[in-house]
């Protein structure tokens, strides 16, 4: 029996069989098999009810034979409140501070176990005592460090739950004065780095046979930014995006989603500068619908969102915070 997608929703492929159809919806355990799963069940056979039918009997036996709309919309779960992350093992990467440091917050303030990861061993450590959460130093870049990382974590808290690959830089540099250098240094924190955290990250949640993991992508991965120059900041975040989608497609059935999200302009050390800068900072809010620049704990949310079961039919999806500014 094949199910495809119609103009109208869910259509029998195959008409060799009649089925008569059933939905079942189970919750299991949070921390292991924890999806709501909705499973749409075909049992039986032809019945000779539906053979040598007139068009009004076949049209009616169509309806017999279609899924109930109710497919669509029944569920046993409860939304209040939305699922919590109690025990999940979350790592966080640039976590030490900015979009990290408050997303760590929230994941924690929502019931998950948090691992801080960062470069910067002093504002790490500050952020992992603020927040009574663990810290692990590594340069994400060296592909050993993240294997390693994904060891031991999974050897401390015995899984790994969710995913925040958030560290990133950016350099503001004219391209035809980019050297190799800066080039690499962007690309290999931005998306070198952030595959190798979803490869070894990802190894371990194949196994569990469940994972969510979220990487930090940007507005710059769909337009390019203006006045300032970024074109290795802007081609490593459209590449993460494309990476994203990629492993969201090999991991779906395999009980891995991967998601990214992509900020616009967010008050954060890195927009410092050009917050200060009067020319960038007054397009950046011309061009923000809003007309303001982005809290971290409007990202957090997002995070938090795509780490929980509330976004368990999300996989491969960019999600975009940036006051509107995509949309002009
Ligand atoms: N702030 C914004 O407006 C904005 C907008 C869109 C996307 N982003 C993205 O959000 C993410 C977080 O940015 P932020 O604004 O919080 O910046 P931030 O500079 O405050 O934080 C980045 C963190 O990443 C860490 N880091 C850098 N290189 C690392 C490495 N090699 N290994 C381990 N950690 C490393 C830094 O030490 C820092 O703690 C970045 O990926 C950034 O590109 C930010």
Redesign the pocket.
Known sequence: MAISRGPTGLSRKDSSQEADFTLSSRVGQIGGDSDPLFALQAIGTRSSKCTNLNSAQTNDCAALTSPPESILIASSMSYSPLTPLDGRVAIV?????????ETARALKENGAKIVI????TE??EKAAKDLDVNFVH????QSDAVRKLASNVKSTHGRIDIAFN?????VNIPSEECSDDDWHKVI???LN?VFYCCREFGKVMLEQGKGSIIN?????GIISNTPQPQAA?NAS?AGLIMLTKSLAGEWAKRGVRVNSI??????????KLGMTNPEWHADWLKFTPMGR??E?REVATAVVYLASDASSYFTGSNLVIDGGYTCW
């Open positions: 990467t640039g976590g030490a501070r900015g979009i990290g440091l990861v960062d470069i910067n504002a790490g590594a340069d994400l870049t958030n560290a990133g830089i950016a290999n924190i931005n780095a930090t992508a940007s507005m710059s900041y975040k992509s900020p616009g302009y967010i008050g954060t050390e890195m927009t620049v982005g971290t």
